[in-house]
């Protein structure tokens, strides 16, 4: 099932040249990065750095929403650590990612940590993107 966008909250422009060994910017100015393929050791970012850093914000702002739905109050403290990892598929036909998001909520009992994982993941932009898609699991503290 696709989710289709009805009322478009923002748009991201960005302009990226040189691949993986290049550099990107937004149209604002506020993103200017340089670009090493992974594991290089060549200065810049790679993809899978910026996408765990996309990810793991956005899901930050779906665990205050799932909060405030569900009546728990989001502890101060709270953080989200990405592994994203990039391979390839079973006889290497084309390349994947996978993700491991591993969620701290100091104070929360386990039960209630993970209702706010999990309703993260049901209205986070990047869990549905990903959903279906590539493998995402989740751990807590």
Same mark, same amino acid.
């Given at each position: 099932?696709? !989710?289709?966008? @009805?009322?478009?909250? %923002? +748009? ?16 604002? $100015?506020? !993103?200017? =990065?340089?670009?090493? &393929? &992974? ?7 790679? &993809?899978?750095?910026?996408?765990? *850093?996309? %990810?793991?914000?956005?899901?930050? $702002?779906?665990?205050? !929403? ?7 109050? =989001?502890?101060?403290? *709270?953080? =989200?650590?990405?592994? =994203?990892?990039?391979?390839? /598929?079973?006889?290497?036909?084309? %390349? ?7 969620? /701290?909520?100091? $104070?929360?009992?386990?039960? #209630?940590?993970? #209702?706010?994982?999990? $309703?993260?993941?049901? +209205?986070? &932009? %990047? ?7 590539? @493998? *995402? @699991?989740?751990? *807590?503290?």
């Amino acid at each position: 099932m696709t !989710l289709k966008i @009805e009322n478009r909250l %923002y +748009t991201a422009h960005t302009h990226t040249t040189g691949g993986r060994a290049g550099a990107g910017r937004s149209s604002d $100015g506020a !993103l200017d =990065v340089q670009l090493s &393929p &992974p594991g290089s050791g060549k200065p810049g970012t790679n &993809p899978e750095q910026l996408f765990g *850093v996309g %990810y793991s914000a956005c899901f930050m $702002g779906a665990i205050q !929403l799932a909060g405030g739905r569900l009546g728990i109050r =989001v502890p101060d403290g *709270v953080a =989200v650590d990405a592994e =994203v990892s990039l391979g390839k /598929t079973a006889g290497d036909a084309a %390349y994947a990612l996978a993700v491991k998001l591993s969620v /701290t909520l100091p $104070g929360l009992s386990d039960a #209630q940590k993970w #209702q706010l994982v999990e $309703g993260a993941h049901q +209205t986070c &932009p %990047y869990s549905n993107a990903t959903r279906g898609n590539i @493998e *995402v @699991e989740f751990a *807590v503290a």
